[in-house]
């Protein structure tokens, strides 16, 4: 810590990483090469992360003593993903800092709470309406029309607890379905293609931000991402100016993804923000070999109080998902000529699950 009371780690230093996936892995490798050590915290006795790292605490979030002993052995805590309960988040932040804020978790838990957030800068979202019961339903659907998308409040992930409502359906039906008593509506958006800013903003509020990738889901799980998206320079630098504005606003700390749709209005595109992730992201993994710094790295930058890099893309970019039974075709990967293969180290390839992913870089031309 600084006299300020800011973080700032030396080499050595160890980070605590809640969330054991493939993100906190990826993670705990850019602090290695970074000469910074990593204390893993899952409940997952398989979890991918546990490979990488010396120390790891296998025990439930809601583990107040596993918690404890846990955040004494760190310098800082990070998380990989953003449901971390807000108990769990509560008892680490009363012994070393948590980055990203704890406070950045109420408002990116609840798809209600960030969309008003986001509203409340000025940045376009879907119409959107708080939901809790059919009859409020019924008046979200006269409000906003149809087809809309339901989608529950919280716990949401890769199309999970959504649905889109179309003329002629039951509403009061697939209200049920979804179980639960808040959701919120939103219109169905049209979008010509989604994109998404991986933007990282460090302790002293310096922000750089990623060019745009385009993403391409299939079954609602991200497949493919591009870069740079196939929109004009003026687009994108609208996008990345949301992002700065959004991690600004939040006071953010560390690398957040921002997930946007873009459309037409008036013969004009514009971007429209679906998400906030509030942590390294899917769509940004092409950074790990398309840019001289990855997105990876920045958080750890970040996190650990250290300048953030100025990233240089080494060219056009596409990043393949490996996802379930994908994992089979690694060999093929292998020999693909300028691939680079990414496989978590995962057990069964269930579906919908990522098991790794694919990088293929065409270098930029030397002008
Ligand atoms: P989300 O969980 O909100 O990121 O949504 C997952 C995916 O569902 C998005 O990437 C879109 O492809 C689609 N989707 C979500 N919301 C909408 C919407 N309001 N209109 C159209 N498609 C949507």
């Not at 993100?23 to 992360?49: I, W, Y």
């Not at 960030?114 to 059919?134: H, M, W």
């Not at 089979?328 to 992913?357: D, F, I, N, S």
Request: proline share 5%; with cysteine; hydrophobic share 45%.
């Amino acid at each position: 810590m600084t006299a300020e009371g800011k973080v700032k780690l030396k080499p050595g230093d160890t980070i605590g990483i809640l969330g054991g996936g493939q993100l906190g892995r990826m993670l705990a490798m850019a602090a290695a090469r970074l000469g910074l050590k990593c204390q893993v915290f899952s409940p997952d006795p398989d979890s991918p992360a546990f490979d990488v790292v010396l120390n790891a605490t296998c025990a439930e979030y809601a583990d107040v003593e596993a918690l404890e002993l846990f955040a004494n052995d760190v310098d800082v805590i990070t998380y990989e993903f953003e449901n971390v309960p807000a108990a769990t988040a509560m008892v680490l932040a009363a012994r070393r800092p948590v980055l990203p804020a704890q406070t950045i978790l109420e408002t990116t838990q609840d798809r209600l709470i960030e969309k008003d957030f986001v509203k409340r800068l000025g940045i376009g979202t879907a119409d959107y309406a708080d939901v809790s019961s059919p009859e409020t339903l019924q008046a979200a659907i006269a409000r906003i029309g149809l087809p809309a998308v339901i989608k529950t409040r919280r716990f949401g992930y890769d199309g999970k607890g959504q649905s889109i409502i179309r003329e002629g359906d039951d509403p009061v039906r697939i209200w049920e379905e979804l179980g639960t008593k808040s959701a919120i509506l939103e219109a169905f958006v049209p979008f010509e293609r989604e994109i998404s800013v991986i933007a990282a903003r460090s302790v002293d509020g310096q922000v750089e931000c990623y060019d745009v990738t385009e993403n391409e889901h299939r079954d609602h799980i991200l497949k493919f991402s591009r870069v740079p998206a196939a929109i004009s320079d003026e687009l994108a630098a609208e996008a990345r100016a949301v992002a700065e504005k959004i991690a600004t606003a939040l006071d953010y700390v560390g690398v957040l993804a921002v997930e946007l749709f873009v459309v037409t209005e008036n013969g004009k595109p514009k971007v429209l923000v679906n998400e906030i992730a509030p942590r390294v992201h899917n769509s940004g993994h092409w950074t790990l070999d398309g840019a001289s710094i990855s997105q990876f790295e920045q958080h750890i930058r970040a996190i650990a109080g250290w300048p953030l890099g100025k990233p240089v893309r080494h060219g056009e970019i596409t990043m393949t998902n490996l996802i379930g039974d994908d994992i089979l075709t690694y060999e093929r990967w292998l020999a693909v000529p300028g691939a680079t293969v990414h496989l978590y180290g995962k057990g069964a390839p269930r579906p919908g699950r990522k098991m790794g992913h694919v990088t293929e870089v065409v270098p930029a031309r030397r002008k």
